[in-house]
């Protein structure tokens, strides 16, 4: 079956699409959350080593996982945008910075509570939290930049300039643990003896990620939907939906 | 069962104020986002349809006048 793509690469199709989409994501983040926190508060063992305070993993992890891959996904649809002029990325790359932001800055402060107890300290200016807090920083500087700039054509070849040059960004805090010696610990997921205990961790972690990307998918989907109203306002498709709503 | 008790859990082993001062922010950050995002919508929406009436208003207008 010949399957049209291009098709919804117009704002207009996608725009109903997305509507059909967000129950779904919405539906699956809300069990996947909630399997995930049953796993990760009631089935998960205490860990050995860092006994309860270890259970901030399961909103740290999938958080970091996210603000990095956030980037990677609106650097990419920002630079389709801007090479091949298409509006519909460029709104998807505006609709991902938010919730990007956000993951970010959840990475940050459940580091800052977990490094305390296990660390004695909030913060340091380690290559991993360093280059994290700098992610952040890309995040709203794009914002930022989008925001001060009226004509949203510009805004967006703007903001896919600097999404893209902050791209650099992610493989160093990817491998700043490698790289240096950091005090942040290594991409080791299990810090347990026991196989049994690693598994039960583990797959709350993983499902925790799982639900963690459905529920940005929903929301950016959202996101994206208004922006299309937004700068699509003035179309005819926008005027026949006006007239169906009243 | 990890848990002898709700008291117990929700110490979480002396790291409560850790644990709990994470997933509360986070489920206040998921919350506020999901927040902005329908309140924008629905600024949106109700502009739009004040545009749509005041466009009728005009032609209203035109054609009286």
């Given at each position: 079956?010949?399957?049209?793509?291009?098709?919804?690469?117009?704002?207009?199709?996608?725009?109903?699409?997305?509507g059909k989409m967000i129950p779904l994501f919405s539906i699956a983040a809300t069990i996947l959350f909630a399997a995930g926190l049953y796993i990760g508060f009631f089935v998960?063992?205490?860990?050995?080593?860092?006994?309860?305070?270890?259970?901030?993993?399961?909103?740290?992890?999938?958080?970091?996982?996210?603000?990095?891959?956030?980037?990677?996904?609106?650097?990419?649809?920002?630079?389709?945008?801007?090479?091949?002029?298409?509006?519909?990325?460029?709104?998807?790359?505006?609709?991902?910075?938010?919730?990007?932001?956000?993951?970010?800055?959840?990475?940050?402060?459940?580091?800052?509570?977990?490094?305390?107890?296990?660390?004695?300290?909030?913060?340091?200016?380690?290559?991993?939290?360093?280059?994290?807090?700098?992610?952040?920083?890309?995040?709203?500087?794009?914002?930022?930049?989008?925001?001060?700039?009226?004509?949203?054509?510009?805004?967006?070849?703007?903001?896919?300039?600097?999404?893209?040059?902050?791209?650099?960004?992610?493989?160093?805090?990817?491998?700043?643990?490698?790289?240096?010696?950091?005090?942040?610990?290594?991409?080791?997921?299990?810090?347990?003896?026991?196989?049994?205990?690693?598994?039960?961790?583990?797959?709350?972690?993983?499902?925790?990620?799982?639900?963690?990307?459905?529920?940005?998918?929903?929301?950016?989907?959202?996101?994206?939907?208004?922006?299309?109203?937004?700068?699509?306002?003035?179309?005819?498709?926008?005027?026949?939906?006006?007239?169906?709503?009243? | 069962?990890?848990?002898?008790?709700?008291?117990?859990?929700?110490?979480?082993?002396?790291?409560?104020?850790?644990?709990?001062?994470?997933?509360?922010?986070?489920?206040?950050?998921?919350?506020?986002?999901?927040?902005?995002?329908?309140?924008?919508?629905?600024?949106?929406?109700?502009?739009?349809?004040?545009?749509?009436?005041?466009?009728?208003?005009?032609?209203?207008?035109?054609?009286?006048?």
């Amino acid at each position: 079956m010949a399957i049209n793509w291009f098709k919804y690469s117009s704002p207009a199709s996608f725009y109903f699409l997305a509507g059909k989409m967000i129950p779904l994501f919405s539906i699956a983040a809300t069990i996947l959350f909630a399997a995930g926190l049953y796993i990760g508060f009631f089935v998960a063992p205490t860990d050995f080593q860092q006994g309860e305070a270890y259970r901030i993993i399961f909103i740290h992890v999938p958080a970091a996982w996210m603000s990095m891959f956030l980037y990677v996904v609106m650097a990419i649809w920002a630079g389709i945008g801007l090479a091949f002029n298409t509006r519909l990325s460029s709104m998807m790359a505006t609709a991902i910075a938010p919730t990007g932001a956000m993951f970010t800055f959840l990475a940050l402060w459940t580091g800052a509570l977990w490094g305390k107890p296990m660390w004695g300290t909030w913060w340091v200016w380690d290559a991993r939290l360093t280059s994290e807090l700098i992610l952040l920083f890309l995040y709203i500087g794009f914002m930022s930049l989008q925001a001060a700039i009226d004509d949203p054509r510009r805004a967006d070849k703007a903001g896919a300039v600097i999404a893209l040059v902050g791209v650099v960004n992610i493989p160093i805090i990817y491998f700043s643990v490698k790289w240096w010696n950091t005090l942040h610990q290594g991409a080791t997921v299990s810090v347990t003896q026991s196989p049994k205990m690693a598994t039960t961790m583990l797959t709350g972690m993983l499902i925790m990620s799982i639900a963690c990307w459905m529920y940005a998918i929903a929301v950016i989907l959202i996101r994206t939907r208004t922006i299309i109203l937004e700068r699509e306002r003035h179309t005819a498709w926008v005027g026949e939906l006006r007239g169906v709503a009243q | 069962m990890i848990w002898a008790s709700w008291s117990d859990f929700f110490s979480m082993g002396g790291y409560g104020f850790y644990v709990w001062g994470s997933y509360l922010v986070s489920v206040a950050c998921i919350a506020g986002e999901i927040a902005l995002v329908f309140n924008r919508k629905r600024t949106l929406l109700k502009h739009l349809s004040l545009i749509h009436e005041s466009t009728k208003q005009e032609k209203r207008n035109e054609t009286t006048s």
